[in-house]
């Protein structure tokens, strides 16, 4: 949010070191990489980076609309692997076009998070036990639509679509700036955005301020799943099939990237911009891990030390302004006189 | 001198950019009661903080006993005799009496505890609250829980004791027995307390000393017989504070623009009825757990199963939940500020854009934020909302001007009916003086005003009519000099007359 028309004359510039700290990772481990790997940071792997952090970062994006209200959805995994088995199927056996192919992926995503959403709103389950639930219904469900076999021969015009290259800019890349923009403008300057943020804070709040807490909710879960599709529609024209359990690598690596971007699991909180960086430092690490040769069991453990310490700086962040011993990491966050931004203000009445 | 217990020197506090204590000195007797008084931010819960251990201060000194405190740490307090009741009381809710009572006792202790649970649970009745001890906290209301962690503090034999606001969701009778607790506690075994309160009736009667905080350093100290309830009020806001009279009280020919007839809820075979004049202020007493928060809940809907009817200017609204309520034009300031009026983490003109005023959105689906922050700026100003900028986070702001971003969320709508709930709970002196001020003038506006408020001077001073609830309807009605406490402390109890 920028700081413009502001009409105090010393003009204060706030800087978000959460997110300047993300981008700030991410430049260390890139730059990290390019010493260790004179190969890393050619234009040609930097460019494989960023595909590989594609999904990721679509379902991302979706993740962090959730976790913003507070919610989680573990099911957007088999969403993708249902979404890609669904529309590759009609598109081989039913000869649906490319177009309407990735339509229909879109709308059942769609519909599978937004019966998260109801059954989270109506049914009052928690969002956990929902999604735990329709992940395995909808992994279940990716498996009988073909009998658990893949399908091949993908038509090269889907392929084309979701994963070619215009002037050399890989189509997915393109589609993920997109998205993001998107939902950028959604989440920050819309009246459904702001309802989302607040609904995540104090769902109380917002619903007695006339919020329709239930709708924002099953909005976000719908979208949550049209993104899931969509990063299952890429892995599906990536390798030219679709495969039953294709989507299920990709539930955690979407939590991470999110939690890595700054998104607080107990809700209000969390950033588009983050979430990307979030994605690419995990695609950066697996490609450059496989490019100085680790074997690819020490890449999940590194992915998981780096979502930790992610999470550990982010906290540590929260908590510097009161770095005086034991009162470090206590609920404090309510008592107006302890935060630093007050004191601007305050003072000035004296 | 042998018999002082505590002395603070010197201490000062900072944090970042705040200078939230300096040079705070006073000391504390044996058998004295102090209070702590002082505005919201005033640095009060700084002092706590330090007496308790939890944070140390940048300069100065704690001497117990004689004894200079070398480490800060809350068990350093603890083993110093030191015990703080907090305003927000610190129990496990999943756990019962007992087990609160017992709570940071190794297995050895608990065997020798028995003694001191039995003295808290019969304090605990004493203040007008029986409990049985297997109960689970959670079952508690608010009133139950401080009054458990009053007598929690007493428990075990302390040397200080400080309690920060313990009386905020009492009754009369209950806050008599935690007053006469204390006193007793200080007369008969030399317990030296720190009180902090806002309520000066109390603190007239339990005080032998007054220490006044103001912008972190000590503005004022004496004993209580050298000084005035006004003197106090005016060392805390540093200017006079007048008794509060409402400039424009309802007119005698107002019409009734609001009624809410036959509001039931589930679980409750009452069914209430309310009528408010254009212009109006009605206020709502009662004890605690009389039903006077449901009663407002059930008006907007907040909850499943609540039915009724509402006219609004003489014609039926169709409320089905706080939606509909909120677009027939009632607005609803509920009791929680900071976990039902406020999303704390989203800047103010966020919180006052959540009602979506027209002002405040489109166009379209979208929103401006350069207009969100200028409408809010303006009603910023209006309310004299302090710090004025609205970009600040609703978690920074002192309790009175959180109220003031709750009430600001309505004043954009064409909102002509406001319920507000508990309005004043947890604020200071000045900033309540600023809320009963806004509250007339919605009510000079010709809007229908209801106030529910434990707070009895608060609903003397500001209704035109109050009504007592009690068990979930109202027992009686009060107009002019019949508004007064002791004919409406006698209804809320059900000890005098039945009227209408």
Redesign the interface.
């Known amino acids: 949010?920028s700081n413009?028309?502001v009409d105090?004359p010393p003009r204060k510039v706030h800087i978000n070191f959460q997110t300047l700290g993300i981008f700030a990772a991410a430049a260390v481990i890139f730059v990290v990489f390019g010493v260790l790997n004179s190969n890393f940071l050619t234009l040609n792997n930097l460019r494989d980076v960023a595909v590989s952090a594609c999904v990721n970062a679509l379902i991302g994006v979706g993740m962090t609309f959730v976790i913003i209200t507070g919610g989680i959805d573990l099911s957007v995994g088999s969403t993708a692997s249902l979404v890609g088995i669904v529309s590759a199927d009609l598109m081989v056996k039913h000869g649906l076009s490319p177009i309407l192919g990735l339509l229909t992926g879109l709308v059942v995503g769609f519909l599978a998070g937004a019966f998260n959403g109801l059954l989270i709103t109506f049914a009052k389950l928690p969002p956990f036990i929902a999604t735990l639930g329709t992940m395995s219904v909808y992994q279940g469900l990716a498996y009988v639509v073909t009998n658990g076999t893949p399908v091949y021969n993908v038509p090269q015009n889907f392929v084309l679509m979701l994963n070619s290259y215009i002037g050399g800019v890989p189509i997915a890349v393109v589609i993920v700036l997109v998205v993001a923009v998107l939902a950028w403008v959604l989440l920050?300057?819309?009246?459904?955005?702001?309802?989302v943020?607040?609904t995540?804070?104090?769902e109380?709040?917002?619903?007695?301020?006339?919020?329709?807490v239930n709708r924002v909710k099953i909005l976000v879960y719908g979208i949550s799943g049209t993104l899931a599709a969509l990063g299952g529609l890429v892995v599906v024209a990536r390798i030219s099939a679709a495969q039953s359990e294709a989507g299920s690598p990709y539930l955690l690596t979407a939590i991470a990237s999110a939690v890595i971007g700054g998104a607080n699991l107990s809700g209000?909180?969390g950033r588009i911009a983050g979430t990307l960086v979030g994605a690419l430092i995990l695609g950066a690490l697996t490609n450059g891990l496989v490019l100085l040769n680790v074997a690819s069991f020490y890449e999940q453990i590194v992915t998981g030390l780096v979502v930790l310490i992610a999470v550990a700086i982010d906290q540590g962040s929260k908590g510097w302004?009161?770095l005086?011993?034991?009162?470090r990491g206590?609920k404090k966050?309510?008592?107006?006189?302890?935060?630093?931004?007050?004191?601007?203000?305050?003072?000035?009445?004296? | 001198m042998s018999d002082i217990l505590l002395e603070f020197k010197n201490i000062a506090k900072y944090?970042?950019?705040?200078r939230?204590l300096e040079d705070v000195s006073f000391t504390l007797r044996k058998g004295e009661v102090i209070t702590l008084a002082g505005e919201?931010?005033a640095?009060k819960?700084?002092l706590l903080?330090i007496l308790g251990?939890?944070?140390?201060p940048n300069r100065g000194t704690i001497t117990v006993e004689g004894v200079v405190r070398s480490e800060?740490?809350?068990r350093t307090a603890l083993a110093e005799g030191i015990r703080i009741a907090r305003q927000e009381p610190a129990i496990v809710p999943q756990l019962t009496v007992e087990q609160n009572l017992l709570l940071g006792k190794t297995a050895a202790e608990r065997r020798e505890a028995a003694p001191a649970v039995d003295g808290a649970l019969a304090d605990v009745a004493a203040m007008g609250f029986p409990l049985n001890r297997r109960t689970k906290l959670a079952r508690l209301s608010p009133a139950q829980r401080h009054a458990l962690t009053i007598a929690r503090a007493f428990a075990y034999r302390p040397k200080i004791v400080a309690l920060d606001e313990p009386t905020t969701s009492m009754l009369e009778h209950n806050v008599a027995a935690v007053l006469n607790r204390v006193r007793e506690m200080a007369a008969e075994r030399g317990v030296g307390i720190i009180y902090v309160s806002h309520r000066m009736p109390e603190v007239m009667t339990v005080s032998d000393h007054v220490v006044v905080l103001r912008?972190g350093r000590v503005a004022y100290e004496t004993p209580i017989a050298e000084t005035s309830t006004e003197e106090i009020v005016r060392r805390m806001v540093g200017r006079e504070l007048l008794g509060f009279h409402r400039q424009h009280p309802v007119k005698p020919d107002a019409p009734i623009v609001f009624t809410a007839t036959g509001i039931t809820r589930p679980g409750s075979d009452e069914r209430v009825d309310i009528a408010v004049r254009a212009g109006e202020v009605v206020g709502i007493a009662g004890l605690v757990g009389s039903g006077r928060t449901e009663f407002l809940r059930a008006i907007?809907r907040?909850d499943p199963g609540c039915g009724g009817t509402i006219t609004i200017g003489g014609e039926t609204a169709h409320v089905h939940?706080?939606?509909g309520?909120?677009?027939a034009g009632i607005a609803?300031i509920?009791e929680d500020r900071?976990?039902?009026?406020?999303?704390?983490?989203?800047p103010a003109y966020?919180?006052i854009?959540?009602?979506?005023a027209p002002d405040l959105?489109g166009p379209g689906?979208?929103?401006s934020?350069?207009r969100q922050?200028a409408v809010s700026s303006e009603l910023a100003t209006s309310l004299a909302l302090?710090?004025?900028?609205v970009k600040?986070?609703a978690?920074?702001?002192?309790g009175g001007n959180q109220q003031k971003v709750v009430i600001a969320?309505w004043l954009r709508r064409d909102s002509r009916v406001f319920l507000f709930d508990e309005p004043t709970k947890g604020v200071d002196v000045g900033g309540k003086a600023e809320i009963y001020g806004l509250i007339d003038q919605l009510a000079a506006q010709g809007n229908a005003v209801v106030v529910v408020s434990s707070d009895l001077p608060e609903i003397i001073s500001l209704s035109d009519r109050a009504l007592v609830m009690r068990n979930g309807h109202f027992i009686s009605e009060h107009v002019g000099d019949d508004i007064n406490e002791h004919s409406l402390v006698a209804s809320a109890m059900g000890i005098a007359k039945e009227a209408s």
């Open positions: 949010m413009q028309a105090r920050r300057r819309t009246v459904f955005g702001q309802n943020i607040a995540g804070g104090s109380e709040t917002a619903w007695l301020s006339g919020v329709r209000g909180e302004p009161m005086n011993g034991a009162r206590r966050k309510d008592t107006p006189a302890d935060d630093a931004t007050l004191v601007g203000a305050q003072t000035t009445g004296e | 944090f970042p950019g705040v939230a919201n931010g640095g819960s700084t903080g251990g939890s944070l140390a800060y740490s809350p912008d907007v907040a939940n706080p939606n309520s909120r677009n609803f509920p900071k976990h039902q009026g406020l999303a704390l983490q989203m966020a919180n854009a959540l009602t979506a959105v689906p979208f929103i934020i350069n922050v302090k710090p004025a900028n600040l986070r978690r920074q702001y002192s969320k």
